[in-house]
């Protein structure tokens, strides 16, 4: 069962190597909107999942793009919800691990897997995929539900990443998600996680 802590954010380790920069802002815009204690309240609220390593270092396994956007606000703490003490494992031992869970997603912008070693040590210096922006955003049009499968949104990402030109995306974002929605409710969607094909 997991145990809930408070620590600081920029102990905090990723567990990817992308976020979604645009996901981001939104997140710091919606909690820019709320006083300091609203903020903090919402933090207590949706704790990170997380995973304790050796040396008592934190590993984030989800809301990363909460944390960019706390780093973003100035917040210092953070809290997490410790599902796992994998504090006796090192090294590649413990990303195998990791990984064998579903825990780590070792992929850069462009669908590319690496080396657990090109994951960053610090939320800051996560790289921005606008994949993963547009599945964030398809999803909170409606396009598909949120799914308990592991890296949902990298999937959906890598799905339009194949679909949509990147040129189209950074051209024009609102119509990249328009064209993301019809995707997304399509027959060529069937068998990805929240598919609902309304």
Same mark, same amino acid.
Not at 13 to 31: D, N, S, Y
Not at 157 to 169: K, T, Y
């Given at each position: ?13 990723p ?14 815009e919606?909690?820019?909107?709320l006083?300091p ?7 207590q609220g949706?704790p ?14 989800d809301?990363?793009?909460?944390g ?9 703490t953070?809290f ?13 031992a413990?990303w ?5 869970r ?11 897997r690496h080396?657990?070693s090109?994951?960053?040590?610090r939320?800051e210096?996560?790289v ?8 964030? $955003?398809? #999803?909170?049009?409606?396009g598909? /539900?949120?799914s308990?499968a592991? @890296?949902?949104?990298? !999937?959906? =990402?890598d $799905?339009? #990443?194949?679909?949509?030109?990147? /040129?189209?995306?950074?051209?024009? @974002?609102?119509?990249? !998600?328009? =064209? ?6 399509s ?5 990805m ?6």
């Amino acid at each position: 069962m997991a145990s809930t802590q408070e620590a600081p954010i920029s102990r905090l380790h990723p567990t990817q190597i992308t976020v979604g920069l645009l996901e981001v802002r939104a997140k710091v815009e919606r909690l820019s909107l709320l006083p300091p204690k609203g903020r903090r309240d919402f933090m207590q609220g949706h704790p990170m999942p997380a995973v304790l390593g050796s040396d008592g270092v934190l590993f984030i396994t989800d809301h990363h793009h909460l944390g960019r956007a706390s780093i973003a606000l100035g917040l210092a703490t953070a809290f997490c919800d410790v599902e796992a003490d994998l504090s006796k494992l090192a090294g590649d031992a413990f990303w195998q691990e990791m990984d064998r869970r579903s825990w780590v997603h070792p992929l850069d912008e462009n669908g590319v897997r690496h080396h657990y070693s090109a994951i960053p040590s610090r939320l800051e210096s996560m790289v921005d995929d606008v994949y993963r922006s547009l599945s964030g $955003f398809v #999803r909170a049009a409606g396009g598909f /539900e949120k799914s308990e499968a592991a @890296f949902a949104e990298f !999937v959906w =990402a890598d $799905f339009f #990443r194949r679909l949509i030109a990147i /040129e189209d995306v950074r051209a024009d @974002f609102r119509a990249a !998600v328009k =064209a993301g929605l019809a995707l997304a409710q399509s027959k060529l969607a069937r068998g990805m996680p929240g598919y609902t094909g309304k």
